[in-house]
């Protein structure tokens, strides 16, 4: 049982509170007000002049699939060896010794949405995970069914098209094999219980997309993408997060008018690639004032997950309101998630994911000082 006293406390739940205390018990928050008293029993933690945020999340990474210092040993982020891998699981590849992983728990970041990459128009399943390290990867995983990874745009027709000259070739043949598959997984989820049916783990994972338990995940940086993914979505009355969403801004109103989230980024990066030429840093900012849904993402090891909050930051130098900034990497992000109800904020009841920062986290010299993880405190130092 933990008592932080004396800190600036976003909770973002309205106001930052002055001079706060934060109760912890039992791996939840129990109390958090400016005129609270600490029972007997509790530990007290003196943070006067320090802020305590949420713990940050990373919306999509690839942490532990694609290990950091590892070059080719550490890629099982993409199985490359057919275009329709929808049985892949990341659980299965996850690394938790990945020195990406303890960075970003050392930076503040205590969530990730770990996925698939991009090589596959449909790829395999995604994770959410903590940070703070474990043994195994299964002690980290809160949940193991986060969604379908599909891709849409360069990626799938680079990697198979021109790598390994078969389908896709074309944009036309992406959305043909993701709708295909779908298609295949209607007639599969009918024939269940019927005499010619035969278990499928590729078909399951679609079946769970098409029953609405766990969201279609697409990788969509183009504008015209994005369109052909929501089109998609809509045929088969799926539930859609669009990832990446480089040119989202440019179908804003569509997105909002949907209501389809976005999980943007990474931002910090150069035009590397063709449908990137039009990557804008005002991208957040517009997001924000057409009402659409979204949130930050580092696309680690594209960017480091440890270094998120920074990427939020810039975003306010283009105009996005710096209480905005902070929601797209804490509460809107446990929200597109769905973990809106135990993620992202300080609350009673709520995960004891918490931060103490030096200073306000978008400023470059704030670090964080202590970070826990279901109440579990540690003291961390900035290593180079």
């Not at 609270?36 to 999340?57: E, M």
């Not at 929808?86 to 990945?98: E, F, K, V, W, Y």
């Not at 801004?249 to 980024?265: F, R, S, T």
């Not at 979204?294 to 998120?308: N, R």
Request: charged content about 25%; proline content about 6%; glycine content about 8%.
């Amino acid at each position: 049982m933990i008592a932080l006293i004396g800190a600036k406390v976003f909770t973002m739940n309205g106001d930052p509170m002055e001079d706060a205390t934060i109760l912890v018990k039992e791996g939840k928050v129990l109390a958090v007000g400016c005129h609270i008293g600490v029972p007997d029993g509790f530990r007290c933690i003196d943070v006067a002049d320090k802020i305590i945020t949420p713990g940050i999340i990373d919306a999509h990474t690839h942490l532990g699939v694609y290990g950091e210092g590892m070059a080719w040993a550490g890629e099982d982020v993409n199985e490359k060896s057919d275009p329709v891998t929808p049985g892949m699981h990341t659980l299965d590849a996850i690394n938790p010794a990945d020195i990406g992983i303890n960075e970003a728990y050392r930076g503040g970041i205590t969530t990730v949405m770990i996925a698939p990459g991009s090589a596959n128009p449909v790829g395999g399943q995604c994770v959410i995970a903590k940070t703070k390290p474990k043994p195994t990867a299964d002690e980290m995983v809160i949940c193991k069914q986060a969604g379908l990874k599909v891709a849409f745009g360069e990626n799938p027709r680079r990697c198979h098209g021109i790598d390994q000259k078969r389908a896709p070739v074309t944009r036309m043949a992406t959305a043909n094999l993701i709708r295909e598959t779908f298609y295949k997984a209607k007639q599969y989820s009918k024939k269940q219980g019927k005499e010619d049916w035969q278990f499928d783990l590729g078909m399951e994972a679609v079946a769970r997309v098409l029953r609405r338990e766990m969201p279609l995940r697409a990788h969509a940086h183009r504008a015209d993408d994005i369109i052909t993914a929501i089109r998609i979505a809509k045929e088969f009355d799926l539930d859609i997060i669009i990832e990446h969403a480089t040119e989202s801004y440019l179908v804003a109103e569509v997105l909002a008018k949907e209501n389809v989230p976005v999980i943007l980024g990474p931002t910090l990066t150069t035009r590397a690639k063709l449908e990137l030429k039009d990557k804008s840093m005002a991208a957040p900012a517009a997001l924000y004032q057409n009402g659409v849904s979204f949130a930050m993402m580092s696309d680690h090891p594209v960017i480091p997950s440890c270094f998120l909050p920074v990427y939020a930051g810039l975003a306010t130098r283009f105009g996005l309101p710096e209480e905005i900034g902070l929601q797209m990497i804490t509460a809107e992000a446990a929200k597109i998630l769905g973990y809106a109800e135990r993620l992202g904020r300080i609350a009673p009841g709520y995960d004891a994911d918490l931060v103490v920062w030096s200073g306000h986290p978008f400023h470059l010299s704030s670090r964080p000082e202590l970070v826990m993880v279901d109440g579990a405190l540690e003291s961390v130092t900035t290593e180079a």
